[in-house]
C-alpha cells in the first residue's frame, strides 16, 4: 500500500462522505460547510494529479468567494431546516430519483472504466510548472478568457438589479 | 542521511520555526506590548504588577483562560460552535506556508529551499487559504444563536471579502515586475539597494496593502464588527476562556501572517541590502560552539531573524494604529473598500504594468 | 501508484451524489448545493483526463468552469433573495405560479 494509495484514498473517502452529507442533511448551513469540506478534499485530489494552479484557484474562488456567497444567503434569509413532517420527496418521486441515479452511474462506470487506462507516467517540475497554462491561456485560449470577464460583468450587473429592493410605490424614486 | 529525509527534515523544522515564533514568541509578546503599548500612548501605566514591567502578564492570562468556565450556550450549534474557533487559527496558520525565511541554503550537500512550501502558485495559495479565516466569522456568528453574534459576523465576513479584492490587486501590482508567483523571487527582485524595495516604486499600492492588511484582521480602524462598545463583542461575543483565547490568538495570527506578507512584499523579506545572508551565516559557524550547524542553517537563521525583526516592526504599527484613530462606521468602511481602495488599487496594477512593459521596473 | 481510472470513479460517485440531492431536496439552495457539487466532479474528471492524456488543455477548461459557476452562483442566488422577498419561501414545491 504505497503513500500515495494511502492518500487518495483518505482524500476520496472525505469527498464522498462529506458529499453524502451535503445531499441527506436537512439544515442547509450543515450542507454548505460539508461542501466546503469537499472541494477543499478535491483540491488536494487537484494537487495530485498535477494541477497546483487549479487546486489552489479552487480554494480561492469556490470555498472562498462561492460558498461565502451561499452562506451569506442562508443567513440573511434565515432559512429554517427542511422539516421533518413532511417528507422531502414523494415515493414516486425518490423511486424515479433511484432508478435514475443507478441508469446515471452505471454509464458513467461502463465509460469511465474502459477509458481511464492505468497509471500515467510519473510527474516532471516542468509539467507541474504554471508558465505552461499561462502560456495557453494567454495565447490559444485568449477569447474565451475575455469572453469570461464579460460573463462575469453581466452576472455582476444581473445579481445587483435582482437583488436590490424594489421601491415601495411608483411615486417613490430611487 | 537520504536526500528525502532530509528534506522532510528542513520542511519539518521550517514549520517549526515559524510556529516557535508565532506562538513562543509573537502572541505573548503581542499581548503585553498591546497592553503596554496602549498605556503608552494613553498616558496611564499599564499592567505593572507581575514581573518587572509587567512581563508575566500574558502568563496570568493564560493561566485565567485556562481555568475560567467555557459554557456553550443552550440553543448553540454544537458542532459549529466548537468548530469556529479551531478554524480561526487553522486558516491563518497555514499562511506562514509560504512566506520565504530564507535564500536557498546547502544542508549536507543538499538544497534546501527557505519556504515550507516550495510551490510554484507560492501566494495565491496564500491568498486562498488566508479567505478560509470568512468561515471562522460565518460559523461563529451563525452557531451562537444570538443576533447580536449574527449581526457583528455577517458585517466582518462582508468587510473581509470586499477588502480582500484590494489587497489581491495590490499583490498581483508587486508580481507583475517580478513575472513569477513565488515569493522567493519577489525577494530576489528586491535585494539589490534598498531603493528596489517594492515600497519605493508601488508606493500607492503599498498604501491600498496598508490599509486593506488592517481590514481584513478586523483590527481598527475596521473593528467594528467585534468592537467592545458597538455590538457587545460581536461574533465572539458567546465565546469565552479557552475559547475566546483561540479567536484572540487567531487575530494575532492573522495580523502576523499579513505582516509577514508586507514585509516579503514591498520591504525585501529576510534580505537586507548589502547584507549576504550565507556570508554571515559562513562566518557565524566559524565560532567555537557553532560550528556544528553550518554555515547553511545560520545563514537561513540570519535571514529568519531578520524577517522576523520586520515583521514585529510591522506589529508595532499595528497597534500603534489601532490605539491613534477612530473607528470607521460600517457603510463608511464599505465605501472606503470599494469606492476609493479599489479604483487606487487598479489605478495602481496599470501604472505598474505600463511601467513595466516600458522597461522601466 | 494510483491509476486514473479512480479519479474518474470517485467523479462519477461525486456527480451522481448531485444528481441525487438535486432531483430529490425541496430546498431550492440544497439543490443549488447539489448542483455545485456536480460542477465539481466534472471538474475532477476533466483534470484526471488532463493528466492522463498530457495535455494542459483540460486544466484550461476547468478554469472556464470555474469562473462560470461562480457566476452562475451569484445570479442563481440573487434570483433566490427576489424569490424570497416575493413568497417569503424557498422551497421549490410552493413556487408553482407557472404550473399549469
Redesign the interface.
Known amino acids: 500500500m504505497?503513500l500515495?494509495?494511502l492518500v487518495?484514498a483518505l482524500f476520496?473517502a472525505l469527498?464522498?462522505g462529506s458529499?453524502?452529507v451535503?445531499?441527506?442533511h436537512r439544515n442547509?448551513v450543515v450542507?454548505?460547510m460539508s461542501?466546503v469540506v469537499?472541494?477543499v478534499a478535491?483540491a488536494a485530489?487537484?494537487v495530485?494529479?498535477?494541477?497546483p494552479?487549479?487546486a489552489a484557484?479552487?480554494i480561492l474562488?469556490?470555498t472562498g468567494?462561492?460558498v461565502v456567497?451561499?452562506l451569506f444567503?442562508?443567513m440573511?434569509?434565515n432559512?429554517q431546516r427542511?422539516s421533518a413532517a413532511t417528507p422531502?420527496?414523494g415515493r414516486g418521486?425518490?423511486w424515479?430519483?433511484?432508478i435514475?441515479?443507478c441508469a446515471?452511474?452505471g454509464t458513467?462506470?461502463i465509460l469511465?472504466?474502459r477509458?481511464?487506462?492505468?497509471?500515467?507516467?510519473p510527474?516532471t517540475a516542468a509539467?507541474v510548472a504554471l508558465p505552461?497554462?499561462a502560456r495557453?491561456?494567454f495565447s490559444q485560449?485568449m477569447l474565451?478568457f475575455e469572453i469570461?470577464g464579460l460573463?462575469?460583468l453581466?452576472?455582476?450587473v444581473?445579481?445587483?438589479?435582482?437583488?436590490r429592493?424594489?421601491p415601495a410605490s411608483p411615486e417613490e424614486g430611487d | 542521511m537520504s536526500p528525502q529525509q532530509i528534506e522532510i527534515a528542513a520542511t519539518a523544522a521550517k514549520m517549526l520555526v515559524w510556529i516557535g515564533f508565532l506562538v513562543g514568541a509573537l502572541t505573548p509578546v503581542m499581548v503585553w506590548v498591546e497592553r503596554r503599548g496602549s498605556a503608552l500612548i494613553q498616558d496611564r501605566p499599564g499592567p505593572n504588577r507581575l514581573g518587572p514591567f509587567g512581563l508575566f502578564q500574558p502568563v496570568a492570562d493564560v493561566v485565567k483562560f485556562m481555568f475560567k468556565e467555557s459554557p456553550v450556550p443552550a440553543a448553540a450549534d454544537p458542532f459549529l460552535y466548537r468548530l469556529a474557533p479551531v478554524l480561526a487559527l487553522v486558516a491563518p496558520l497555514s499562511t506562514y506556508l509560504v512566506i520565504p525565511l530564507a535564500p536557498r541554503f546547502v544542508v549536507a550537500g543538499q538544497p534546501i529551499a527557505g519556504v515550507a512550501a516550495d510551490v510554484d502558485t507560492g501566494v495565491l495559495l496564500l491568498l486562498a487559504l488566508s479567505s478560509l479565516g470568512v468561515y471562522s466569522l460565518v460559523m461563529a456568528g451563525y452557531a451562537s444563536n444570538n443576533k447580536y453574534s449574527m449581526l457583528g459576523s455577517v458585517r466582518a465576513s462582508a468587510q473581509m471579502i470586499s477588502y480582500e479584492l484590494a489587497l489581491t490587486l495590490s499583490v498581483v501590482a508587486v508580481l507583475v515586475p517580478v513575472g513569477s508567483l513565488r515569493l522567493d523571487e519577489v525577494v530576489a527582485h528586491q535585494q539589490t539597494s534598498l531603493l528596489h524595495w517594492n515600497v519605493f516604486p508601488q508606493a500607492i499600492g503599498f498604501l491600498v496593502f496598508l490599509v486593506a492588511m488592517f481590514a481584513e484582521t478586523n483590527r481598527l480602524p475596521f473593528d467594528l464588527p467585534e468592537a467592545e462598545s458597538e455590538l457587545v463583542a460581536g461574533y465572539h461575543t458567546e465565546y469565552s476562556a479557552m475559547r475566546f483565547a483561540l479567536f484572540f490568538m487567531g487575530e494575532y495570527m492573522a495580523m502576523g501572517g499579513l505582516s509577514a506578507l508586507c514585509a516579503t512584499l514591498y520591504f525585501g523579506g529576510w534580505s537586507l541590502p548589502g547584507v549576504d545572508v550565507m556570508a554571515v551565516g559562513a562566518w557565524l559557524a566559524g565560532l567555537p560552539g557553532l560550528g556544528w550547524l553550518g554555515g547553511g542553517i545560520l545563514g537561513a537563521l540570519v535571514g529568519a531573524l531578520i524577517l522576523f525583526a520586520k515583521v514585529v516592526v510591522m506589529m508595532l504599527v499595528y497597534v500603534w494604529v489601532r490605539w491613534t484613530f477612530p473607528r470607521f462606521r460600517f457603510d463608511q468602511l464599505m465605501r472606503l473598500g470599494w469606492k476609493v481602495l479599489l479604483p487606487l488599487a487598479l489605478l495602481n496594477l496599470v501604472l505598474v504594468a505600463a511601467l513595466t512593459v516600458g522597461g522601466v521596473l | 501508484?494510483?491509476?486514473?481510472?479512480?479519479?474518474?470513479?470517485?467523479?462519477?460517485?461525486?456527480?451522481?451524489?448531485?444528481?441525487?440531492?438535486a432531483?430529490?431536496?425541496?430546498?431550492g439552495?440544497?439543490i443549488?448545493?447539489?448542483i455545485?457539487?456536480m460542477l465539481?466532479a466534472v471538474?475532477?474528471?476533466l483534470?484526471?483526463y488532463?493528466?492522463?492524456l498530457?495535455d494542459?488543455?483540460g486544466?484550461?477548461v476547468?478554469?472556464?468552469v470555474?469562473?462560470?459557476?461562480?457566476?452562475?452562483?451569484?445570479?442563481g442566488?440573487?434570483?433566490?433573495?427576489?424569490i424570497?422577498?416575493h413568497g417569503r419561501t424557498?422551497d421549490v414545491n410552493r413556487m408553482n405560479l407557472m404550473r399549469w
Do not use: C, D, H
Open positions: 504505497s500515495e494509495v487518495f476520496a469527498a464522498l458529499a453524502l451535503v445531499v441527506l442547509p450542507s454548505t461542501l469537499t472541494l478535491l485530489l487537484f495530485m494529479l498535477g494541477a494552479f487549479i484557484l479552487q474562488i469556490y468567494a462561492i456567497l451561499f444567503v442562508l440573511l434569509l432559512v427542511e422531502s420527496a418521486q425518490l424515479g430519483t433511484l435514475v441515479a446515471f452511474a458513467l462506470v469511465f472504466w477509458s481511464g487506462a492505468g497509471v500515467p507516467a510527474l509539467e505552461v497554462i495557453l491561456l485560449y474565451p469570461i460573463l462575469l453581466a452576472a455582476v444581473a445579481a445587483t438589479v435582482l437583488a429592493k424594489v | 501508484m494510483v491509476p486514473i481510472s479512480w479519479y474518474l470513479l470517485l467523479a462519477a460517485a461525486l456527480f451522481v451524489l448531485g444528481t441525487i440531492g432531483l430529490t431536496r425541496r430546498n439552495i440544497a443549488f448545493l447539489s455545485e457539487l465539481n471538474n475532477l474528471a483534470v484526471a488532463s493528466r492522463q498530457g494542459p488543455t486544466q484550461i476547468v478554469f472556464f470555474l469562473a462560470v459557476a461562480a457566476a452562475e452562483a451569484a445570479v442566488l440573487a434570483l433566490f433573495i427576489a424570497y422577498r424557498i
